[in-house]
């Protein structure tokens, strides 16, 4: 067998399709095709084809990951089902997942960070809410004890003051503006407290 054309690929910037006794094979990003030193004219075995497939799924499933990751972070769970959604075998996804690990990009500590941050700079949340949040998307409990650590009792009192500020309008009942912002993970003293402020 002989690698007989390789040409860019018309719908992928930066893939290249890879044509095998004149026949369209495997795609390889440029960095691949790099690595691998292909070149029209290389006589390859069966055994190489094979590999340089797999190379062409690796790049591809890495490819399409990081863009997941990229458009927002996510936590190790959230990729995990990804892989298992996108029905990746195990050795693909362990290699696509250690490299996003590698490069920084999956990591739960700085996930929960981003968490924190996008929850208490939008729409306010609790720290018992942000908690459980993060929780479901799996991430440990010594991590969120960890970034939680941060948020102090007085940043969740100035975000609670800004919901009551922004709902009291909605809430003329003050026993169930109580309940309602019990319901979000605020604890009664907290209500207490901003609602006093709020006077």
Known sequence: MKITKIQPAVKTAGRYNIFVDEKYSFSLDENQLLDLKLKTGFEISKEQLDEFKGESEYGKAYARALELILSRPRSEKEMNEYAWRKKWDEELSDRVLGKLRDKGYLDDVKF?????????????RSKRKISSELAQKGVKRETIDQVLADYSDDDELGVLRTLVSKKRSKYPDEQKFMAYLARQGYSFDHIKQALSDDN
């Open 112 to 124: 929960a960070q981003f968490w924190l941050r996008a929850r208490t700079s939008g729409k306010p």
